[in-house]
């Protein structure tokens, strides 16, 4: 179809406006692709069919723009009178009137491009340093029991937050950090604030921070793509939520949060989606709550009724009673009488056994009597044989007992010591010694000794 265009056209040949309109607009539009322009805005209409028409023009030229519903729906600001914007557009014709215009896609105001340029650079450093990688991501806490909010205190953010997190999760406790997120310094600011919540994050007890501020220009929301908030957000020690701006708003805040939500709103409902779960759970557990019950009702209702047909009226439950202790005396009786036959058969069993092994007490008296006088005379021989043997004993002991052989004309000699002296040899000269005779002891000292073989043939007594 480009080729087309380019083909020279007979001269015979005859072409109509539309044909011509058609092609200029197919090669402005294959030749041209999307472009950034500026211009100072004028003639601006906004059509009842959402459509906006205006003029984009400097001092030297003009061009007509339009911007589709879809499109315009989501411009963050006001087109307005003399206005220096900068719009992404596509040159094209307008067939019907044969018009040079833009078809404008979006709009920014004059000198955000150098702003832009300074974001993708930025982007790409920290995305370099792997702060925008998915694996440090953390997954939000299910039922937070607080979370903490980073924002303006006094603008529309924080009170959607606010009403959004007492209508969803009424529970959910909310502690407020203040700060600037407008003007001059505000990035370092909005870093500074981050870095306080999350240090006192266990103190304050919240387990998500939500750092939000409500739609604005590139310019305005610059301070959540300040660097040191994104390392902020990068060091906080709890997960954070980004809910900067409106859905067509894009910071280095969302990229490194641990969830991007497109509004402070949606940040609010990302943080207590835990209880709106729980809360949509509730009716299908109480229904299994009240299912159980019945159950368990049921199944004691059915107790009830086995326990009722078991139960008895009393004169009933006396006439069992009665009937049964009847026959528990008549078993007695049976037991008793069966216990006392038993009990005569064994004792007439133990006096059989008892008189066959009763001795005769008569015969063993006669036995006694005959066994007496051998007692006796056994009893008196021993006796007799004893005395006998201790006589001459006694009479041999007699012969044996030095004193009668001292009667002979013997002596006993004692050392000092009182031992016996058998030898010569035991005896020193001056020793003195005792001499046992008969009758009495004669005490001596030695004067001499003499040996028993100088004894033969001398009579020398010295």
């Known amino acids: 179809m480009t080729d087309a265009l380019f083909q020279p056209i007979p001269e015979a040949n005859v072409l109509p406006v539309s044909e011509i309109v058609h092609r200029a607009r197919a090669l402005l539009e294959s030749r041209l692709p999307l472009c950034w322009v500026s211009g100072e805005i004028s003639s601006v209409t906004r059509a009842a069919s959402g459509h906006v028409y205006f003029t984009l023009k400097d001092s030297s030229a003009q061009m007509r723009c339009v911007m589709w519903r879809t499109r315009a729906q989501l411009l963050p600001f006001q087109l307005t009178e003399g206005m220096r914007v900068e719009v992404r557009a596509q ?23 150098n702003l832009y340029e300074a974001f993708i650079r930025l982007k790409a450093k920290l995305a370099d340093e792997g702060l925008f990688d998915a694996g440090h991501k953390r997954p939000l806490p ?24 007492r209508r969803r999760a009424p529970a959910m406790r909310v502690v407020v950090y203040p700060t600037q997120v407008q003007g001059d310094g505000v990035g370092e600011l909005i870093a500074r604030t981050i870095a306080q919540a999350g ?20 310019e305005d929301l610059w301070g959540f793509n300040h660097e040191a908030v994104v390392r902020a957000i990068h060091a906080s020690p709890i997960p954070v939520v980004s809910g900067v701006g409106h859905e067509t708003d894009t910071t280095l805040c969302d990229f490194v949060a641990d969830l991007r939500s497109a509004t402070p709103t949606a940040a609010a409902e990302a943080v207590s989606a835990g209880y709106i779960q729980v809360q949509s759970r509730l009716p299908m557990l109480a229904r299994s709550l009240s299912r159980a019950a019945r159950h368990v009702m049921n199944e004691a209702w059915q107790r009830v009724d086995l326990a009722q047909r078991r139960l008895l009226h009393p004169r009933e439950r006396l006439a069992r009673s009665r009937t049964d202790l009847d026959k528990l005396a008549l078993r007695l009786a049976h037991a008793q009488g069966r216990a006392q036959n038993e009990r005569r058969t064994l004792l007439a069993r133990l006096d059989s056994r008892l008189a066959a092994r009763r001795p005769r007490l008569d015969l ?17 021989q021993p006796i007799e044989r ?23 004309g013997y002596a006993i000699v004692r050392g000092a010591d009182g031992h016996v002296l058998r030898r010569v040899d035991d005896a020193r000269v001056d020793d003195a010694v005792d001499i046992k005779l008969c009758d009495g002891t004669i005490d001596a000292v030695v004067i001499k000794t003499i040996p028993a073989d100088r004894l033969s043939g001398t009579d020398d007594p010295n």
Do not use: F, W
């Not at 299910?142 to 997190?165: E, F, I, N, Q, Y």
């Not at 240090?199 to 590139?218: F, K, T, W």
């Not at 063993?364 to 008196?380: E, H």
């Not at 004893?386 to 002979?408: G, K, Y």
């Open 91 to 113: 040159i094209t014709v307008y067939e019907p009137r044969g018009d040079l215009q833009l078809s404008v896609e979006s709009v920014r105001r004059a000198g955000q491009g």
């Open 142 to 165: 299910a039922l937070p029991r607080a979370v903490g909010v980073v924002t303006s205190k006094s603008g529309a953010a924080l009170h959607d937050v606010l009403v959004t997190l």
């Open 199 to 218: 240090a006192r994050a266990g103190h304050d007890g919240i387990e998500a921070l939500i750092v939000c501020r409500g739609g604005g220009s590139l």
């Open 364 to 380: 063993i008296a006669q036995r006694l009597d005959s066994l007496a006088p051998r007692l006796a005379r056994g009893a008196r």
């Open 386 to 408: 004893a005395r006998v043997h201790l006589d001459a004993m006694a009479s041999h002991l007699e012969h044996l007992n030095p004193e009668a052989v001292l009667t002979r």
